[in-house]
């Protein structure tokens, strides 16, 4: 037998890191919808983890002019000078952070910054411990880089918030890293300097664990809510803390791929060595368009939460209307994590049986023409994320459907 027919016979085989690893969930139900709407189906799509408003017009132009400028070549690996100093100047003047500039590190995206500090950090079997509802790409990043994801469960009556005394509990001398997100994605759960601080003491007792906190939605808070991050708080933490941001969701830039981080130096030199393997420099002209979002105007932040706030305030109203669902409203983002054990059990018009919040999505799919996504993609059942990115028009017109067909349950 020959190399090359015994090659063949064997097939492809995915490497054992991935291969517990599937493509997201969210995806999948994006995909399913829009092969719908190519049937001719009227979906509505409440599944988009990205903002519905355009970039503003004056970072467009920062683009374009750093095209004709000729900044179409590659910048230093993890950042240009410029943007690394808008980042800079960011973090004391939002967050009152100083970082200096080899402590700060830029990526394709705040995606590429987790799989960097996961990938620079762990090794086979190190813990890494991980609220519940989360964002899906945190435990997958971790198993992919062979560490171990701990899942704590947070429900509503915990206000989707992790406790000091579930971190205490978990922690072992194997624990690497604690990933916090606030406001959260996918349930909008946010951190005030109270909640946070209890957490933080606990991390004050066990030197060997660091922080992760993914800031994204900062500039999306509600009902004057007050955004801080922990290495404002505890100063004491920030040499074991990584601080990731970007610019996808405030500044409705999701396509541009840009996202960055402050640490530790010793932790970004890592991380650059990660990243030097793997895209290289972020897309040079997204950076100068990103230099222009941070420093440029940022009234208009204001103008779209407030749009953002009308929109939640409709769907949690509408959902809590609904007999068999609960919904908590959230501090922030633009997702609300509703609650529908109330539903389970129950019988459909067609005969199928709603036995999970999978179930019940795929009803609402199949059977009203909504997409929403099941809370198991994001590790607490029973519940269900709808991303309200999208108009006033098509929410009502989706929650009039969720409200008829809960209705039509037996």
């Not at 037998?1 to 139900?29: C, D, H, N, W, Y």
């Not at 991050?229 to 396509?255: D, F, H």
């Not at 909504?370 to 519940?383: D, E, I």
């Amino acid at each position: 037998m020959t190399i090359t027919a015994t090659i063949e016979e064997a097939g492809f085989s995915p490497a054992s890191r991935i291969s517990t690893i599937g493509v997201s969930q969210i995806l999948k139900i994006g995909a399913r919808a829009q092969a719908l709407k190519r049937e001719g189906r009227l979906v509505i799509i409440l599944g988009a983890g990205e903002p519905d408003f355009d970039t503003p017009d004056h970072i467009k132009d920062a683009a374009s002019k750093a095209i004709y400028a000729g900044a179409t070549k590659y910048t230093a690996l993890d950042g240009s000078p410029e943007l690394k100093k808008a980042i800079q100047g960011k973090f004391e003047r939002e967050n009152g952070v100083p970082y200096a500039l080899d402590e700060i590190t830029v990526a394709t995206g705040a995606k590429q910054i987790l799989f960097n500090a996961m990938m620079a950090t762990l090794n086979p079997g190190d813990e890494v411990i991980i609220p519940t509802p989360y964002w899906t790409s945190y435990s997958d990043i971790v198993e992919i880089a062979e560490g171990k994801p701990v899942l704590i469960a947070c429900d509503a009556e915990a206000g989707f918030r992790l406790k000091a005394e579930q971190l205490e509990a978990a922690i072992t001398p194997k624990t690497r890293w604690v990933m916090l997100n606030s406001p959260s994605n996918p349930s909008g759960a946010a951190y005030s300097e109270a909640d946070y601080r209890p957490l933080l003491d606990v991390l004050l007792r066990h030197p060997h664990v660091w922080l992760l906190v993914d800031d994204m939605y900062e500039h999306i808070v509600y009902d004057d809510f007050k955004f801080v991050t922990p290495a404002a708080i505890e100063p004491k933490l920030k040499n074991r803390t990584l601080t990731v941001n970007g610019v996808s969701k405030a500044y409705a830039m999701t396509g541009w791929r840009i996202g960055y981080a402050g640490g530790p130096r010793d932790l970004i030199k890592a991380m650059a060595v990660v990243q030097s393997q793997a895209t290289s420099c972020p897309c040079s002209v997204s950076q100068a368009a990103s230099v222009e979002a941070l420093n440029g105007p940022q009234e208009f932040l204001k103008e779209r939460t407030a749009s953002f706030q009308r929109r939640r305030d409709l769907v949690v109203s509408a959902l809590n209307a609904i007999e068999g669902l609960d919904c908590r409203t959230p501090e922030g983002a633009f997702y609300t994590y509703s609650g529908c054990a109330g539903v389970l059990g129950k019988t459909a018009p067609s005969g199928r049986k709603i036995d999970t919040d999978s179930d019940f999505c795929a009803y609402l799919l199949d059977e009203a023409d909504v997409a929403v996504v099941p809370g198991s993609a994001f590790g607490l059942s029973p519940y269900f994320r709808i991303s309200y990115a999208t108009s006033e028009e098509e929410l009502k017109v989706a929650l009039e459907r969720i409200a008829t067909a809960c209705a039509q349950l037996a």
